[in-house]
C-alpha cells in the first residue's frame, strides 16, 4: 500500500531542471552537512566547479575545493574569500542562522557572487496560523526564544535582513524546505522518534514506536537530492531573483505513513503507541512547529520554471534506507 493521496492542487507534478551547460563556479558555506553535501555532491556530479567553506571537522564530498575558515571569527570568512580572487555564479548559505550571517553575507559577496540563495525553513510560518495548503505569504510568523520556536523565528529575521538589504547587482533566493530525508541524516520526522539513530534497531526488535498524536500530522518531506537540483536552478533564471520559495517533496502522507513505509522495508510490522498531544505540549511548548500540519503549496516554483521536486517518497525512503543499512556493512 503506498502514500494515502490527499486532494491538494498540483502538488505531483514536476519540472524538469534547466541549468543548461554553463559551468559554473559554486560556493558553499557549509559543505559537509546533510543539505550542504547533498547541494555539493549535485553540483560535482553536474561538472561545475565547487568550493566548500567549513571549519575543517568533517568529512567533504569528492570532488570539491575545501576552505577552511569559521564564518564567526571577524574577518575571516571575508579574508579567505577574497583569497580566492573568483567570481562566483552562485553562492549557497546552508548554516545561516542569524541576522548577522546574512549582513556577513551580503557585505561579503555583494561585489563577487551573481547570485546568493539562502536555506531557511518551513519552521518561520506560526504553526497555530498555518493554512492548508501554506503559501509563501503569512499573517502570522514563528516567535519564541527556545528550540524550534526560536529557530524558525531568527531564520525568518534572517529572511528580512535579505529582503531589506543592499544587495546590490547579486541576487538572491531564498527557500523554504520541510522535512528534509536521504541517506546523509537519521530516519524519523516525528517527535519522538525524530532523526533517531536508533529507529532501525527499534523496529527490527518489534518496539512499539511513540508517536505524538499517534503520527496522523500531516507531512511532505523532501529528499536531499531533490532539493540539490532545486538549488541549482535558480542559475540563469532570472524569474527566482528577489523570491522566496516553499520546498516540499511531491507526496503529502501522514506521519505514521513515514514510518509504515520504514517498516514495510525492513520487512517487519509497525507498532504506534499514542503520545498525547496536550501531555507532550505541556512538556515541549517549544516544539509546536512539528506538532502540525506541514503542506505547501508550490506553484509559485513551478510558475517559475525552477526544478519541482519529483521523488517518491516511497522511492526516497527506500533510497535513505539502503543508504544508513550500506553504511553499517563498511
Not at 33 to 54: D, E, K, L, R, Y
Not at 296 to 325: E, M, N
Amino acid at each position: 500500500m503506498g502514500p494515502k493521496s490527499y486532494d491538494v492542487p498540483h502538488q505531483q507534478e514536476s519540472a524538469t531542471l534547466n541549468i543548461g551547460t554553463h559551468i559554473m563556479n559554486l560556493l558553499i558555506i557549509g559543505g559537509s552537512g546533510h543539505v550542504s553535501g547533498a547541494i555539493a555532491s549535485a553540483a560535482v556530479a553536474a561538472h561545475h566547479a565547487v568550493w566548500t567553506v567549513t571549519r575543517g571537522n568533517r568529512p567533504l564530498s569528492s570532488g570539491v575545493t575545501s576552505l577552511i575558515a569559521d564564518r564567526k571569527a571577524p574577518g575571516a570568512l571575508a579574508k579567505i574569500v577574497a583569497d580566492q580572487n573568483q567570481t562566483w555564479d552562485l553562492v549557497v548559505d546552508c548554516i545561516g542562522y542569524d541576522e548577522p550571517d546574512v549582513r556577513q553575507d551580503i557585505e561579503v559577496f555583494r561585489a563577487c557572487a551573481r547570485h546568493l540563495v539562502f536555506i531557511s525553513t518551513d519552521f518561520v510560518y506560526d504553526p497555530i496560523h498555518r493554512r492548508f495548503p501554506q503559501p509563501e505569504t503569512a499573517d502570522h510568523w514563528a516567535s519564541g526564544h527556545s528550540g524550534s520556536l526560536n529557530y524558525g523565528r531568527c531564520k525568518r529575521l534572517c529572511e528580512l535582513a535579505l529582503i531589506d538589504g543592499d544587495t546590490g547587482a547579486m541576487g538572491w533566493t531564498v527557500f523554504r524546505p520541510c522535512h528534509i530525508y536521504g541517506p546523509t541524516s537519521e530516519l524519523g520526522c516525528l517527535p519522538l522518534h525524530g532523526r533517531d539513530p536508533k529507529l532501525i534497531d527499534r523496529l527490527r526488535a518489534g518496539e512499539t514506536l511513540r508517536l505524538v498524536g499517534g503520527g496522523r500530522f500531516l507531512q511532505q518531506p523532501i529528499l536531499a537530492s531533490d532539493l540539490a537540483q532545486t538549488v541549482l536552478s535558480v542559475v540563469g533564471n532570472p524569474k527566482s531573483k528577489g523570491r522566496i520559495f516553499n520546498l516540499a517533496g511531491p507526496d503529502i502522507l501522514e506521519s505514521r505513513e513515514y514510518y509504515r513505509i520504514v517498516a514495510e522495508t525492513l520487512g517487519v510490522e509497525l507498532k504506534v503507541q499514542e503520545v498525547s498531544i496536550a501531555d507532550y505540549l505541556a512538556e515541549q511548548p517549544d516544539q509546536l512547529p512539528f506538532i502540525c500540519h506541514r503542506i505547501y503549496d508550490l506553484s509559485q516554483l513551478r510558475a517559475c520554471g525552477l526544478s519541482v521536486p519529483s521523488t517518491p517518497i516511497i522511492t526516497g525512503l527506500r533510497q535513505h534506507l539502503a543508504g544508513l543499512l550500506a553504511k553499517r556493512n563498511e
